[in-house]
């Protein structure tokens, strides 16, 4: 643990104990990394097993440092947790139900790419106790989809909301991004209805935002692909703002993360006062171990979203 952390151990086990905390799990690996992103993560197929070893270490220790309190939201993200086989899942399962008490629990959500999941998939995280996903669509149009680098189709990603309702997932919200170079307004407009028409039940929208260090911004910079205006974007959060409400979804909100929430995990930071103030991420990490950097600077993000958290 770090030395700075210890003075603020009263103060964050009495928040911890005074009611139940959201879990936040960060599993930071992905197949492959796409052209836009600059999360937390990294492809380093050796580094996988410790990833997982890491996480469940850290889960271990928190749940054992804040004397096991309740938890009443579970969230794994990423990285690309649906890359966790099931009984990768299983394990981590339990490791999280004995260091924290999950009886006031909610709601579990879990993250998925649409390119790694199928249907035996859904079924074991449905029976491990996962009610809620979090799909990364991100367009439906299969033109952008390969500008963004991503490793699925269109038609993968609506055959992953199907696959979900079968094998239960009543709660699907699914990731769509704005300000894609070339997508136009009525496109966004359109598979904001298909996705809802499919099943799903939330939209975070993702305003993209290149950093310095992604593949996208290269291409931009060399004036091969062109971003909308400002006012385009603008147009489109409008344009979206009154179609949401018609599809049975509220309008749209700003949202990070508004409830505290505790983070596990290499990047698994935590918000809200006290959690906020942990100062521990780069000693979770498992590349500090291995002596290499595993993450990318953390970079601004946008992101709105119809209902609950996104
Ligand atoms: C952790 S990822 C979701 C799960 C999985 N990694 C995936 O991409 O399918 C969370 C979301 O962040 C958004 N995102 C990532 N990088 C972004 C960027 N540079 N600008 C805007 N949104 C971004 C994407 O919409 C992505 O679905
Ligand atoms: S957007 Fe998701 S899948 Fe793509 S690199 Fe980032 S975290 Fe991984």
Known sequence: MKQELIPLLPELRCAAKAEPIGLYLHYPFCRARCGYCSFASTQDQRLQGPILERLLGDVKAWGQVLTRPEVDTLYLGGGTPSLLELGELEALGRQVR?????????????????GTVDSTWFQGTRRLGWDRLSLGVQTLDDVLLERLGRIHTAEEGLLAIQEARQAGFQRIS????????????????????????AGVEHLSIYLLDLDKDCILKGDVDAGLLHLPSEDEVADVFEALQEELPRLGLPPLKRSWRSCPFWGCGCTGASTGRPY????????SSPSWKAGRRLWSPPSRRVSWCGKGAS
């Open 174 to 197: 699914a990731d769509l991004m704005v300000g894609i170079p070339g997508q136009n307004l009525s496109r966004i407009l359109e598979d904001a209805r298909t996705l809802v028409d």
């Open 276 to 283: 906020a103030t942990a100062p521990r991420t780069r000693a």
């Open 98 to 114: 004995e260091a924290f008490d999950l009886s006031p629990l909610a709601e579990a959500t879990i993250e998925a790419n649409p």
